[in-house]
């Protein structure tokens, strides 16, 4: 009998693991009267930047990592005629909001030992015009961020950070969020790592960049909502200084926040143990297994387990991702890189053999469910899935 036949339900993708505190916080958001960006985006901001640990750290609260991006290029001054570097390996939002801003995308390969950005192939992408370099923490994997610093300091560029998968991931015993970027950007999306439902974390050491940020997160007033209706002088005179936008965070999200921040790190020993606990099922099979930290003791955030096929593995992955499927197992794969995507491709003229690691790992790459609410047995029912396909 095969696994398909039995009445096992299926095994989500990806689920948040939402607990009580988290529903009475949201509860007491909506009692309170107070639903909209207030004290409870306040406190998750302090305590965001009380998680990082470090003097001067600015946290702006923001309704997705979409818009924490994009906050922080216009920030840095990104506009028409300025190219900013990325990965091709990446979910598209990294890349639009460039395009939001009339700037343009360099997409670049990968380093296929670790799937992140090949710090070669962004300096050999370095134009006249490039200013700014964006960076993905892969599945929580850190980039190697000393040598994307130094390209950046030795061409003058500014570096945004698209932590989406990266809480907490540490590079070199310190966590993302408190390298020497200009700006570091994280989700609280559904399946990320902690989250909000939709919503994200700017978080700056410049000064002028979080009061930039701050003012064009809400229409590009010079105090936000907050301010104005609590201040101890009644004031209802506020002055518009640019076209902001809506990217405030909510009342109701940010309780959710709060109550995630303080179990993210326990959610961090969660998936590792998954992670181990896959990768010691896994190691017979022809397939290239997730990288790890390069650096003894740092923290890989394992938003994604993502396995490869081997060269020899006598499988596809779409024969993988069926078998999966029949056994009611949800996986997905990311990502389609983005120089398949019909805009991407045809807006710039992309073609693969210009990727050719983030092509490769696309094609044998299958993501592997994994979350704090898995039990071994859920593992250990993904492991054996995948064992059938290989016909172990
Ligand atoms: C999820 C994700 C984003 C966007 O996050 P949102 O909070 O949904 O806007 C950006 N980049 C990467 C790599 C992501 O995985």
């Known amino acids: 009998m095969s696994q398909a036949d039995t009445q096992l339900p299926f ?5 948040p693991e939402i607990g009580e505190e988290e529903i009475s916080e949201v509860v007491e958001a909506l009692r309170s009267g107070w639903v909209t960006t207030g004290p409870k985006t306040r406190q998750f901001e302090q305590d965001f930047a009380a998680f990082l640990g470090e003097e001067g750290v600015h946290a702006i609260a923001v309704n997705s990592a979409t818009a924490g991006l994009h ?24 890349a639009e909001v460039v395009r939001y801003l ?10 296929p030992a670790t799937l992140n950005i090949d710090p070669a192939a962004i300096e050999a992408a370095i134009t006249p015009r490039t200013k700014a370099i964006m960076p993905v923490h892969y599945a929580g994997l850190a980039v190697d961020m000393d ?9 003058g560029l500014k570096v945004v950070e698209d932590a989406a ?25 559904a399946n990320k790592t902690m989250t909000t439902g939709e919503g994200g974390m700017l978080v700056t050491r410049d000064a002028q960049l979080a009061a930039r940020a701050k003012v064009m997160r809400l229409h590009g007033i010079n105090r ?5 209706f609590t201040a101890k002088v009644p004031s209802w005179y506020y002055e518009i200084v640019a076209p902001g936008f809506k990217y405030n965070l909510t009342d109701i999200a940010a309780a959710m926040g709060l109550h995630q921040l303080k179990r993210v790190q326990g959610f961090q020993v969660k998936r590792e143990q998954l992670a181990q606990r ?9 397939l290239t297994l997730p990288p790890r930290p390069v650096h003894a003791g740092d923290l890989h955030a394992w938003h994604l387990y993502v396995v490869r096929l081997k060269d020899d593995a006598g499988i596809t992955r779409d024969q993988l991702i069926e078998t999966l499927f029949a056994d009611g197992i949800g996986v997905s794969v990311h990502y389609i890189p983005l120089h398949l995507h019909p ?17 490769k790992a696309y094609e044998r790459m299958v993501s592997l469910p994994l979350y704090t609410r898995m039990t071994d047995a859920d593992v250990d029912r993904v492991v054996a899935s995948v064992r059938r396909a290989f016909g172990r």
């Open 11 to 15: 095994l989500p993708f990806a689920l």
């Open 343 to 359: 805009y991407w491709k045809e807006r710039y003229a992309l073609q693969p053999e210009s990727f050719p690691h983030s092509q």
């Open 278 to 286: 896959f990768d010691a099922a896994l190691a017979d099979l022809p």
């Open 147 to 155: 040598a994307v610093l130094d390209i950046a300091a030795r061409h």
């Open 165 to 189: 998968h990266a809480l907490p991931t540490t590079w070199k015993g310190q966590l993302v969020g408190t390298l020497r970027s200009d700006a570091v950007v994280f989700s609280f999306y």
């Open 224 to 228: 936000d909502a907050f301010d104005r």
């Open 102 to 111: 009339g700037a343009d995308v360099k997409l670049v390969d990968i380093d």
């Open 71 to 94: 906050l922080a290029l216009e920030a840095l001054g990104i506009g028409p005629g300025d190219e900013v570097i990325t990965t091709t390996h990446t979910f598209t939002a990294t």
